[in-house]
């Protein structure tokens, strides 16, 4: 991994050199000689085609009140670690920002596939919703980081900041919305890829009854008589065993197969760990770290923090809640006093000092993770 990271850098960097050097002609603006964005009008076609239907007005605005509570969590869940990472519970690694755990804790290339599908995502959300309320759309484009591709952009005209408020909140909270429900796909789409036939290679023995016996690079073909063509088998097999049974696994060593007879741990282990073929292993990795990207990207983008999504979310809630009353005339007095309540709460000047806030703890902990 550290010669493909120091690959990946390099490449990226020899093209940034090349973009730096042709910026004006292509329409590259670069920021502190590191970040850029191209602007482009490729993928305008597809948000107008796509924006074009009614009920995606619908859909955001019923997803306000949705991003409101994943939002309350996430503000919740970052006070929370924040208590706990001054009180060393946490360690200071967990505040690091994201981009200074690639290559260590997040590979390079499942992890930038990661990031460019969650912001690629997120960004034709906005435009798409932004188009079906014809907001105008001024251009789209690519965000890079030394050559680096992060995903696409969505760069919204001025009169967004004079919408209104419900319009507003709608078009941010379909970013967030749109990570969240690709980050619910993989997590269902995974599982069915376990189950695809592939080789196991035996990659660690870590304790008894493996260790001595079995070695790296066996390549698993049978437990108890029961082939093993896939991680799911291997998995389905693994949680049956009991503790102390005695079990017969078969290898493949080198062009031999080899049987061995032994005893599980006391909590029922072989005590070896697998690996599945270098493509499959490729495509896995690629959809945990996607999904773990458009989480953090569509949780992080809830906070009620400008320039973030849930400012514009949250400030729209109240209206959001205050439109109930004319769907349910019963509780109209009701549904009127919780409104005015949430207007008290969630005016400007107070998400003004909810967001100086947050990004006080934020830096806050980004700086004590490195001291």
């Known amino acids: 991994m550290e010669i493909t990271s120091r690959i990946i850098l390099v490449i990226a960097l020899l093209i940034w050199i090349f973009l730096y050097a042709i910026r004006d002609s292509i329409n590259l603006k670069t920021y502190f000689g590191v970040f850029g964005i191209l602007r482009t009008k490729v993928g305008m076609r597809t948000i107008e085609k796509l924006g074009n239907y009614e009920f995606w007005k619908k859909l955001a605005i019923l997803s306000i009140p949705i991003c409101v509570i994943i939002g309350f969590f996430t503000f919740s869940s970052l006070i929370d670690s924040t208590?706990?990472?001054?009180?060393?519970?946490?360690?200071?690694?967990?505040?690091?920002?994201?981009?200074?755990?690639?290559?260590?804790?997040?590979?390079?290339?499942?992890?930038?596939?990661?990031?460019?599908?969650?912001?690629?995502?997120?960004?034709?959300?906005?435009?798409?919703?932004?188009?079906?309320?014809?907001?105008?759309?001024?251009?789209?484009?690519?965000?890079?980081?030394?050559?680096?591709?992060?995903?696409?952009?969505?760069?919204?005209?001025?009169?967004?900041?004079?919408?209104?408020?419900?319009?507003?909140?709608?078009?941010?909270?379909?970013?967030?919305?749109?990570?969240?429900?690709?980050?619910?796909?993989?997590?269902?789409?995974?599982?069915?890829?376990?189950?695809?036939?592939?080789?196991?290679?035996?990659?660690?023995?870590?304790?008894?009854?493996?260790?001595?016996?079995?070695?790296?690079?066996?390549?698993?073909?049978?437990?108890?008589?029961?082939?093993?063509?896939?991680?799911?088998?291997f998995y389905n097999m693994a949680k049956n065993l009991k503790p102390n049974e005695e079990i017969t696994i078969t290898v493949l060593r080198g062009n031999e197969l080899k049987t061995f007879n032994l005893i599980t741990s006391n909590e029922g282990k072989i005590g070896i760990v697998v690996e599945p073929s270098k493509n499959l292993a490729f495509v896995l990795n690629c959809c945990y770290w996607t999904y773990w990207m458009n989480l953090l990207l569509g949780f992080f983008n809830l906070l009620p923090a400008l320039p973030l999504d849930g400012y514009y979310v949250w400030a729209a809630f109240p209206r959001v809640i205050r439109d109930l009353k004319l769907k349910i005339k019963s509780l109209e007095t009701l549904v009127e006093h919780i409104s005015n309540v949430l207007e008290m709460i969630l005016n400007e000047k107070n998400l003004n000092t909810i967001s100086i806030l947050i990004w006080w703890i934020i830096f806050g902990s980004m700086i004590y993770s490195f001291i």
């Open 83 to 233: 208590i706990k990472l001054l009180s060393g519970e946490l360690p200071k690694e967990a505040s690091k920002p994201i981009i200074f755990l690639f290559g260590s804790v997040i590979p390079w290339i499942p992890g930038i596939v990661g990031l460019i599908v969650g912001v690629t995502v997120h960004e034709l959300a906005h435009g798409i919703v932004a188009y079906a309320f014809r907001q105008q759309i001024k251009s789209t484009g690519l965000l890079l980081l030394l050559g680096i591709p992060l995903g696409a952009f969505v760069e919204l005209g001025e009169e967004f900041k004079n919408a209104d408020k419900k319009i507003r909140g709608a078009i941010a909270s379909a970013g967030p919305m749109a990570n969240i429900i690709v980050f619910l796909a993989v997590v269902l789409i995974t599982p069915q890829l376990y189950a695809i036939p592939t080789e196991l290679t035996i990659t660690k023995t870590y304790a008894s009854p493996a260790m001595g016996v079995l070695k790296e690079g066996d390549v698993l073909y049978s437990i108890n008589g029961e082939k093993i063509n896939s991680l799911k088998d």
